[in-house]
């Protein structure tokens, strides 16, 4: 398959993927397309493999922690405006804003983990892969990110379940 017919069909699925890794369309976007302008320079050896998918996203991740350290120091962060401050008039899209808004909070490896557990369904293993690390590595950093988005998100802890105590937020 061409290089152009395959990023075609896949562009949708990266796109989605990136967004939720980026918690951000326009850089998003941005990623997204450095990661196909690699992965076209490479096409011929990445075409050959048993999962070109997952070759593209591992460059989709690396282009988005990449893009953080590289453009940080460049790019003014807006930490005034908070997302999803307006008022919706439905919950559930006021809920996604709220937790699109904490997990824009979150380390990018943290963030990184996270998305390609729960958005790309992949296993301890393959995200060690993907990110080059061990899987204690990736559960630990799943950890550490949820327990930042029970504590930021008032979930209740367990020790909250077992006595009946409510926290005042």
């Not at 850089?27 to 397309?33: S, Y």
């Not at 809920?95 to 990018?108: F, G, I, S, T």
């Amino acid at each position: 398959m061409r290089f152009d017919e395959w990023a075609k069909s896949r562009l949708a699925e990266l796109l989605r993927f990136a967004m939720v890794l980026c918690c951000d369309r326009g850089l998003a976007e941005d990623v997204v397309q450095d990661a196909l302008i690699k992965a076209h320079r490479r096409w011929d050896k990445i075409q050959r493999l048993d999962h070109p998918e997952a070759y593209v996203r591992r460059i989709v991740v690396n282009e988005y922690l990449n893009w953080r350290r590289k453009w940080s120091r460049f790019v003014p962060a807006d930490l005034s405006a908070e997302h999803g401050s307006t008022p919706d008039h439905a919950e559930q899209h006021a809920d996604r804003d709220q937790l699109v808004a904490e997990l824009a909070k979150l380390p990018p490896r943290q963030r990184a983990v996270l998305a390609l557990r729960y958005y790309g369904g992949l296993s301890d293993a393959e995200i060690a892969e993907t990110l080059s690390c061990r899987p204690s590595t990736v559960r630990s950093q799943a950890s550490r990110a949820l327990a930042t988005l029970r504590i930021e998100l008032g979930a209740p802890t367990q020790q909250t379940r077992e006595t009946g105590a409510s926290h005042a937020y």
